[in-house]
Nanobody, 125 residues
């Protein structure tokens, strides 16, 4: 099993920045990728960004390109999400996710077997 713990959420004004962090523990040697999803009020969980450890390839949801930056350390099993120019529509619970499958599809919720508890990000206008 793998455990994921997120930190760094909070309340920020529109235009501000936040940095989320996630640390994995347990059977981390099996991990193939880590990433971030979010779920806004009344919405489905959606992909934000992910890193494929084997190649270092990074994927973003198109609407987040340029504002969000994902970074990670495979050796430490950590992944961060730097969020800049935040908008009220970015308000959501942000979840760290990890996949142990080389066949994972980076944007699909069901490709990730391990999930953190989530951290709330609230952007006020």
């Amino acid at each position: 099993q793998v455990q994921l713990v997120e930190s760094g959420g909070g309340l920020v004004q529109a235009g501000g920045s936040l940095r989320l962090s996630c640390a994995a523990s347990g059977r981390t040697g099996s991990l193939y990728a880590m990433g971030w999803f979010r779920q806004g009020p009344g919405k489905e969980r959606e992909f934000v960004a992910s890193i494929r450890w084997s190649s270092g390839t990074i994927y973003y949801k198109d609407s987040q390109k340029g504002r969000f930056t994902i970074s990670g350390d495979n050796a430490k099993n950590t992944v961060d999400l730097q969020m800049n120019s935040l908008k009220p529509e970015d308000t959501a619970v942000y979840y760290c996710a990890a996949s142990s499958s080389s066949y994972y599809v980076y944007s699909r919720v069901d490709s990730y077997a391990f999930w953190g508890q989530g951290t709330q990000v609230t952007v006020s206008s």
